[in-house]
């Protein structure tokens, strides 16, 4: 296998910045290709803690090539506090292992303002959204008014083309929105900064991956969001804006989808959900707040509180079927330990209607009732477990029942943050 690309198979937040760590260490090259500041993946490393949100988790092992590809919405000023960080705890970050896209989109001032002055206008309607940017940058994208990292490089260029676009949101900041518009002469001047200090990163990133595939080294494609947040298959309009699965890969770094071999799904043990939007198996009641305690959920980007449920298993189904998944990883499944029993949404219902699969036809989920299957709990704490074996047979069990309900079986298990709390597993 000479690629893997590691994905969300819930609404986000499923652990993957701790599965990727673990697989970094056998692979070249790590790639970002969607999503941006927006995510937040948390890696533990001895006592240190590190929550990345643009530069992939790869960084943290020494030799690496990490790629933040052209489909990124790239915030240079995270992107580039990110960087100081990571030198600031000594982690060496320079152009030999991190690769920057020309292609990648900016995301300005004026689309984090707009992101934000959105969800006010959209009041009860609101997504939810981090307040990233994230929308209006891929909406500019999609309207082809946005400019991408490249432009950025261009001084001239970049004055003309912000002018113009700047003209056109800041009428919409002031007339629509009632704000204060955003200074033409000082945005330009922050960019140009901001600029120079991206330009030893930038390269053509596609040819960078293709000549590495072709020289025999091993990339990895880490997935941001989950698939149910994306775009196109995720639980529309609450989603966020680019393709979060192993689909969004050739779009969004210009490697062949011919040379993709194998796709990894990551879910939690149970669910959760950030922001707006259906969430059918959400306990909105002491058993989500302990999940929440206990899970420590709370954003590593915006620190706001998830949403907690069960396991849903149509919607782990389904983002396992779109992305082609030959196994899948259960994170924590520590967090389940003390409770009694356990439950997993098997089927959804709607009025007489029945669905066991994923009703991904359905315009609004809001409305389902779930049918849980229960199985019994554990009451011993499992995060000292290094083997299948360590493991209570309830944990094996439920373990085993989750792979034969979603129809993919489950290759590794995580029970704790650390590095070595992850278990091999044929089930
Ligand atoms: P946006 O991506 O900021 O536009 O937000 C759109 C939706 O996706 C909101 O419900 C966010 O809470 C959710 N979202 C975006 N990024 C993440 C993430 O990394 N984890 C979980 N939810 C996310």
């Known amino acids: 296998m000479t690629s893997l690309s590691v994905f969300g198979a819930q609404w986000g937040d499923e652990g993957k910045g701790k599965v990727i760590d673990r697989l970094a260490a056998d692979y070249d090259y790590i790639v970002r290709y969607q999503g941006g500041a927006n995510a937040g993946h948390t890696v533990v490393v001895g006592d240190q803690t590190y929550a990345l949100h ?38 060496a970050v320079d152009h030999t292992n991190l690769h920057l896209s020309s292609n990648a989109h900016v ?14 206008w959209k009041g009860a309607g609101r997504i939810g959204t ?11 994208k999609a309207a082809r008014i946005g400019l991408r990292v ?31 518009p955003l200074d033409l002469d000082e945005q330009i001047q922050r960019y140009h900064e901001l600029a120079d200090r991206l330009r030893p990163f930038v390269c053509d990133t596609g040819a960078l991956l293709r000549h590495a595939h072709l020289a025999g080294k091993r990339i990895l494609f880490e997935g ?17 804006s680019s393709n979060t699965g192993p689909g969004g890969i050739p779009s969004g770094t210009g490697f062949p989808p011919v040379w993709l071999s194998e796709s990894l799904g990551i879910a939690k043990a149970y669910c959760t959900r950030v922001g707006e939007g259906p969430f059918p198996t959400e306990q909105d009641n002491e058993l989500g707040e302990l999940l929440r305690r206990v899970g420590h959920e709370f954003g590593t980007t915006t620190g706001r509180p998830r949403r907690a449920g069960w396991f ?13 998944s030959t196994s899948w990883v259960m994170t924590k499944l520590d967090v389940l330990s003390g409770l009694d029993e356990l439950q997993v949404g098997v089927a959804y219902r709607v009025g007489t209607e029945r669905y066991e ?18 199985f019994p709990g554990w009451k011993q704490d499992i995060t000292g477990a290094r083997s299948m074996g360590d493991l209570p047979p309830e944990a094996r069990a439920y373990i085993q029942a989750l792979g034969e309900l979603v129809e993919v079986p489950v290759s590794l298990v995580s029970v704790g943050p650390e590095r070595s709390a992850m278990l091999p597993c044929q089930s």
Do not use: W
Not at 161 to 174: P, S
Not at 312 to 322: E, F
């Open 54 to 91: 643009l530069i992939p988790s790869g960084i943290l092992h020494p030799g690496k090539h990490n790629v933040v590809a052209g489909g990124v919405a790239l915030d240079p000023i995270t992107f580039l506090a990110e960087v100081e960080g990571l030198r600031k705890r000594g982690i």
């Open 107 to 120: 995301i300005f001032e004026h689309h984090k303002r707009i992101d934000a002055l959105a969800e006010v």
């Open 130 to 140: 981090t307040g990233r940017g994230i929308g209006p940058c891929y909406g500019d």
């Open 150 to 180: 490249g432009d950025l490089l261009d001084p001239e260029r970049c004055k003309t083309r912000l002018r113009a676009v700047l003209a056109e949101k800041n009428a919409l900041i002031e007339k629509v929105h009632g704000e204060q």
């Open 224 to 240: 941001a969001q989950g698939l149910m947040l994306d775009i196109d298959h995720g639980t529309y309009p609450f989603v966020t």
């Open 312 to 324: 849903d298993a149509l919607a782990v189904r389904y983002a396992l079927a779109v992305s082609g």
């Open 357 to 374: 699969e994923y009703p991904a036809h359905l315009a609004d989920l809001g409305q389902v009732e779930v049918e849980y299957r229960s």
